[in-house]
Nanobody, 120 residues
């Protein structure tokens, strides 16, 4: 499995970004795709995940971040609105066949990460 994350960049406070995660190598619909982020000196944080049947968003970003999935393109998106400086981090997507979607240790494959920087 390969995961290619893209869409990061520099944005001002209050701005928006949409991250993409393209999946290849196995049957996309068999996997849960999760989004995580990690800021310097902090633990990796679960943001949300989605399978073909539906998804969930972490309370910490609910209302600002939305996860969606296009099975025709083998791609998962993370739409981020009302961005804050504390959202600055490296954002990762990951794929899981089964397990707890909230635990990064239970994901099988990881993308390379994409940097998001929110200026104040």
């Amino acid at each position: 499995v390969q995961l290619q994350a893209s869409g990061g960049g520099l944005v001002e406070t209050g701005g928006s970004l949409m991250l993409s995660c393209r999946f290849s190598g196995r049957t996309f619909t068999n996997y849960e795709i999760g989004w995580f982020r990690q800021a310097p000196g902090k633990e990796r944080e679960f943001l949300g995940s989605i399978r073909w049947s539906g998804g969930r968003t972490a309370d910490s970003v609910k209302g600002r971040f939305t996860i969606s999935r296009d099975n025709t393109k083998n791609t998962v998106y993370l739409q981020m609105n009302s961005l804050k400086p504390e959202d600055t981090a490296v954002y990762y997507c990951a794929a899981q066949y089964r397990g707890s979607v909230y635990r990064s240790q239970e994901y099988d494959f990881w993308g390379q990460g994409t940097q998001v920087t929110v200026s104040s």
